[in-house]
């Protein structure tokens, strides 16, 4: 069967960026969120990927018109909840938050909806990526748990990148890989680090991997720490990395890959990332190359 992965996107978001061309105002209007930019990233690194998203109100219908130039398949459900947008001012070279507004929240039909797809694309590609909307009251943090040991029951890879009680609740699933920030876990010493991993590890989690801004990300893969070294690249827009590095271990899982070696591709994916101004973008020929200069340093407790 072709390498192929699931990525459940409650509510992507119309993203409008104004950027300077030369003095005049440049805007720019492209699909975003989560899930999206982990799509992007999965689709470039040669697998393909279906986009479980819900699309409601004037956002939405933009929003479905800017996919469909995407290299991404779309499970869709048109709802009466509209999708969230946001407008950005770059033109000074910095990115500056004009005005955002808010997705509405899944009234519970829509939200079964989407959950039922969802379940049903996981199961077929045998590898899903559950991201999280822009707002908490989008859905249920509840929905995480039932969605991750659904699949994960039914011989699911789930990788989970996620914050707050949807992360909580996702862990309690039981899913094979759980991505997350130093800052989500509250701590910046390695030995905090390593005894957050072990907790998170303890609900039958085979790979903890935790990215520390421009620190080494820290790995739990089975029952051994690693630091993982990435290439030192000049960073053009830093937004985005995580996102990036969860989409590669993903892509690298659903391409057979050695937990280690996924690990690797994904942190690839980060760095590639952050030199690019588009979220979630990147080569896949520049990642895999730069996969093979990542390294996996051990260290023990």
């Known amino acids: 069967m072709d390498a192929r992965v699931a990525v459940f996107a409650p509510s992507p978001q119309l993203t409008i960026t104004v950027e300077d061309l030369d003095g005049d105002p440049d805007v720019h ?9 982990q799509s992007r ?5 040669g697998v393909e990927v ?18 469909e130039d995407e290299n991404v398949a779309l499970r869709w459900h048109e709802v009466t909840a509209r999708n969230g947008s946001y407008v ?3 033109r000074d070279g910095h990115r500056s938050e004009m005005v955002e507004m808010p997705p509405d929240p899944l009234p519970r039909h829509e939200l079964d909806d989407l959950y039922e797809s969802t379940l049903v694309e996981g199961i077929r590609a045998g590898t899903a990526v559950l991201s999280g909307p822009s707002d908490d009251r989008v859905l249920p943090p509840e929905t995480y748990f039932r969605l991750t040991s659904d699949l994960a029951g039914n011989d699911c890879r789930v990788i989970v990148d996620l914050s707050g009680e949807r992360l909580a609740e996702a862990i309690r699933g039981g899913p094979h890989v759980v991505k997350v920030s130093h ?14 991993c072990r907790k998170i590890a303890s609900s039958g989690v ?6 520390r801004a421009d620190e080494p990300a820290l790995a739990l893969l089975e029952d051994q720490f690693y630091l993982v070294r990435m290439p030192r690249l000049e960073p053009v827009d830093t937004r985005g990395a995580g996102d990036s590095m969860t989409a590669g271990i993903s892509a690298g899982l659903a391409l057979g890959m050695p937990l280690e070696d996924a690990v690797k591709l994904g ?8 030199t690019r101004h588009g979220l979630g973008s990147g080569g896949g020929e520049a990642v895999r190359e730069l996969s093979d200069r990542v390294e996996l340093e051990p260290i023990e407790e």
Not at 50 to 67: I, S
Not at 267 to 274: I, Q
């Open 29 to 37: 209007l492209h699909a975003g969120g989560q899930g999206f930019w």
């Open 41 to 45: 990233m999965i689709a470039a690194l």
């Open 50 to 67: 279906v986009v479980c998203a819900a699309f409601g109100g004037e956002t939405g219908r933009v929003l479905r018109a800017l996919l």
């Open 88 to 90: 950005h001012d770059r």
């Open 183 to 196: 800052e989500e876990l509250g701590a910046e010493e390695l030995p905090d680090l390593v005894r957050a």
């Open 206 to 211: 085979h790979a903890v991997v935790v990215s």
């Open 267 to 274: 942190a690839a994916a980060g760095a590639v990332n952050v």
